[in-house]
């Protein structure tokens, strides 16, 4: 699989990613990994009736995801261009830990009740994103905020530092 963006938007699928991710990345495939949408045939039907046709559109948990993707020789190999989105930060690090490596993560929109850390007006990070981030970060993962493909992208980690 050519994974050509891993996003955490706690939105999943919404106009940002079929109106200006796929088309800018020229991607053919969505995969979702949220272990509450996984569960739920409801909004598993309503994002593959959002997402256009020839669009593929794939959704897993988090430990599914790293099994199909890592046990896959089909999937390995395949040169599909693939947008991973996982809604919160701790589920791009359970798949990491899990053998999901990857070195850049992008940011797009975090929403959390227990905001600790306000970064822009769409990262509001609790500390549990904070030391995910923190924790993908020691392990050298290039992290991006960008909501769009024309904002100029913001280093996280200078963001996190200017915190302190």
């Known amino acids: ?19 200006a991710w ?15 949408v996984a569960s739920d ?13 020839d669009v593929e559109v794939r959704i897993h948990s988090v430990e599914d995801f790293v099994k199909y993707n890592t046990l896959r020789e089909d999937d390995i190999n395949d040169r599909v261009r693939s947008i991973i989105l996982f809604s919160d930060v701790w589920d791009a690090l359970r798949a990491y830990n899990l053998g999901f490596t990857y070195n850049k993560l992008n940011i ?10 306000k970064l822009s007006a769409c990262v509001l990070l609790s500390d549990q994103d904070v030391a995910s981030i923190q924790s993908l970060l020691q392990r050298g993962v290039r992290i991006e905020m960008r909501r769009i493909p024309r904002e100029r992208p913001l280093n996280m980690a200078e963001a996190l530092d200017q915190l302190v």
Do not use: W
């Open 108 to 117: 797009g929109n975090i929403y959390n009740d227990e905001c600790r850390q």
């Open 22 to 36: 796929v088309p800018f990345l020229k991607a053919s495939r969505i995969i979702v990994v949220d272990d509450e």
């Open 1 to 19: 699989m050519d994974c050509v963006l891993i996003r955490v938007d706690n939105r999943l699928v919404h106009g940002q990613i079929i109106e």
């Open 41 to 53: 045939f409801f909004r598993e039907t309503v994002i593959k009736m959002a997402v256009p046709s």
